[in-house]
């Protein structure tokens, strides 16, 4: 009884079939995993996980995680869409030292054409800010970043968080009220309207 009920397990491994999952264009179509399915179908909505410097291959961006969801299965390859990203949370305590101001803004942004994100900025004062000061910051941060992305399409914004350049332009912007230490886009999130 046991022998039999452990080949059975056997065949339906056997049965599975391997797949390569692919990034979404605008990150290369680079291969960042290979699964296993019975069914092609069964992959889609899977969520990968890659860090920057698995794509890139650029260590300093090692902290950077890039989350990805299938979202198409041809042949043997499973496509993706870019769902969001975050930093690790370690690179974020190693950014904030004693005597400063932590703010932190989550905005919701829309791209111009039409796609809604999540975007959570930190930003780090160089001194410790009073809390007028901290929401003035948190403010200009949250127009700042819903104006970049009503200029830019999806995959212009995604291009520009990841790669800094939305928070390089809100350090610039913001500093001019406050002497900032840093700026950066820790976290973000794809809104799928579907689901809401």
Known sequence: ???????????????KQWYTITTPKEFGDAEIGT???R??????????????????????K????LK????EV????????????????????????RGTSRIDAIVKAESKD???????VLAITIKRAKSSQQRYIRETVEKLVVDAASQKNFVELVEDIIGGKLASYVYHETKKIYPLK????????????KKS
């Open 68 to 71: 990805f969801q299938i979202s």
């Open 1 to 15: 009884m046991a022998k039999a009920r452990r080949r059975r397990v056997r065949d339906t491994w056997k049965d």
């Open 74 to 97: 041809a042949g043997d390859t499973a496509t993706t869409k870019f769902i969001g990203h975050q930093v690790t949370s370690d690179y974020v305590r190693s950014m904030i030292r």
């Open 114 to 120: 039409g796609q809604k994100m999540k975007i959570h």
């Open 62 to 65: 090692q902290y950077v995680k």
């Open 182 to 193: 840093r700026v950066e886009v820790i976290k973000t999130k794809v809104i799928d309207e």
């Open 39 to 60: 069914e092609p179908e069964m992959l889609l909505k899977r969520r990968v996980e890659s860090t920057m410097r698995e794509l890139t291959g650029d260590f300093s």
């Open 35 to 37: 699964t296993p399915a």
